[in-house]
């Protein structure tokens, strides 16, 4: 089965200070799906990336894969206290587009 | 707006009394899952219908089952939960479109087993 390795497993920053998530597989990823979670609630679909070296943005958030597609890093620009919560990184693997596995997620504290 | 609903929000049972989670979507998406996340760990999926087709996941328990009676509604039945049991449950939903299956998620039913 795949495995996800996020890392740093929590990170706190103070606010309007850049970071990155990442997230290693031990498989090559055929689809890499970021996810965000308020603690206690459901998940939010954040962005997702099938083709190495893909990159996708959406406000402050960027999404990378890179070129071998096992490792992907979801970088927040100038962050604020909204961007707090626990980041998942889940992945699909080849030939089932169903099975989304997750990694143990990032939890983000940005302090005012 | 359209969405995933689940109730309740938050289920309080007894050691060995049925209990059953409630999903409902109106996004008219035709697969639905639901994911058991216990404390401080990955959402783990249970099952999914991709939409009458019930796919259990090997290590599922026998102790859940799942029913779907149409497109909008999914159930979750757990025969006799126990302490390990206790977890939040997620339902999400996806429709399988070109090479994106999105999945979009409830806000989940968190089981309390007493």
């Known amino acids: 089965s795949q495995e996800l390795e996020q890392s740093p497993q929590s990170l706190i920053v103070q606010e309007g200070k850049n970071l990155t998530i990442n997230c290693t597989s031990s498989k090559t990823l055929y689809g890499l799906y970021w996810y965000k979670q308020k603690y206690g609630e459901g998940l939010i679909f954040l962005m997702m990336?099938?083709?190495?070296?893909e990159e996708k943005s959406h406000e402050k958030i960027t999404a990378k894969l890179d070129e071998k597609k096992q490792q992907s890093s979801l970088h927040i620009t100038a962050s604020q206290p909204s961007h707090a919560g626990i980041y998942l990184c889940?992945?699909?693997?080849?030939?089932?587009?169903?099975?989304?596995?997750f990694g143990k997620g990032t939890l983000l504290t940005v302090n005012p | 707006d359209a969405m995933v609903i689940q109730n309740p929000r938050y289920q309080v049972t007894q050691f060995g009394k049925p209990v059953t989670l409630s999903c409902s979507q109106t996004l008219n998406h035709n697969v639905m899952y639901w994911y058991q996340q216990k404390s401080s760990q990955a959402p783990k999926l249970l099952f999914h219908?991709?939409?009458?087709?019930?796919?259990n996941e090997a290590d599922t328990p026998d102790n859940f089952q799942s029913r779907r009676p149409n497109t909008s509604f999914c159930f979750l039945d757990i025969r006799s939960p126990g302490l390990g049991d206790a977890a939040m449950y997620l339902c999400?939903?996806?429709?399988?479109?070109?090479?994106?299956?999105?999945?979009?998620f409830g806000p989940g039913t968190r089981l309390t087993v007493t």
């Open positions: 990336l099938q083709k190495g070296g």
């Open positions: 889940g992945a699909t693997p080849r030939g089932s587009n169903y099975k989304l596995t």
């Open positions: 219908y991709y939409d009458k087709d019930f796919n």
């Open positions: 999400a939903t996806s429709k399988e479109q070109g090479l994106s299956y999105e999945q979009y």
